[in-house]
Each structure stands twice: as structure tokens, then as C-alpha cells.
Nanobody
């Protein structure tokens, strides 16, 4: 059974940093591209970043480029999201998912429908 468990969320001041983790189990972690999304109440799930199976390629949303970094440790079956210079409007629940499309295509990577399993999310709260 595939399981993704996010952690690392919490309360931080605007301009601060957090590192989110997503621990995977139930399948060969290194066989899957992984992604981070975020979702505010009443809104669609929004792409944040994705990373290739080996970790050699990464793709981020324009809104987070230069501030967020995605990485992975295949030996630990974990993907990370380092978030710096956080903005109040980025306070929401962050989710990790595994990408099922065989192609590394940015339009597909941005689409939540291309990911099958999701964790329950971790809440990020940002005080201004």
C-alpha cells in the first residue's frame, strides 16, 4: 500500500523559512517523479515544484523560483521542500504526490491529475 506522509509544517513569520518533508512507502520511491502542491480552502490544488527520479532535474512554479528548493533522498525515500522568504499568502496546506506520467513535461508536471497518490498534507501558517 502506497503511503505518503508530509511533515515539517508549522508557524513561521513572513520572510522566514521552513523545510517540508514527505516520506514515502509502499513502492520503489526512486522510480517516481515527485511533486509538491499546495491548496487553499475552496481553491484548486496549485503546483509548487517537481523533481525527477534521480533528483537531477527540478521544475518549480514561477511564483516560488529563487525561494523554494525541492530535493530528494532516495536512500531515505523522502522528498523535501525548502521554503525561504515565505509570504503571508503562501499559508495553506502543502501536499506531496507521485507523478504517474512517463514524460517529463512541464505542462503535465503542473497538473494535479497526473499524480495518483497524495499525503494528507502539512499546514503552513505564516504570520505577518
Amino acid at each position: 500500500q502506497v503511503q505518503l506522509v508530509e511533515s515539517g509544517g508549522g508557524l513561521v513569520q513572513a520572510g522566514g523559512s521552513l523545510r517540508l518533508s514527505c516520506a514515502a512507502s509502499g513502492r520503489t520511491f526512486s522510480s517516481y517523479v515527485m511533486g509538491w502542491f499546495r491548496q487553499a480552502p475552496g481553491k484548486e490544488r496549485e503546483f509548487v515544484a517537481a523533481i525527477s527520479k534521480s533528483g537531477g532535474m527540478a521544475y518549480s512554479a514561477e511564483s516560488v523560483k529563487g525561494r523554494f528548493t525541492i530535493s530528494r533522498d532516495n536512500a531515505k525515500n523522502t522528498v523535501y521542500l525548502q521554503m525561504n522568504s515565505l509570504k503571508p499568502e503562501e499559508a495553506t496546506v502543502y501536499y506531496c504526490g507521485d507523478y504517474t506520467n512517463l514524460r517529463w513535461a512541464t505542462d503535465r508536471l503542473r497538473s494535479s491529475s497526473e499524480y495518483d497518490y497524495w499525503g494528507e498534507g502539512t499546514q503552513v501558517t505564516i504570520s505577518s
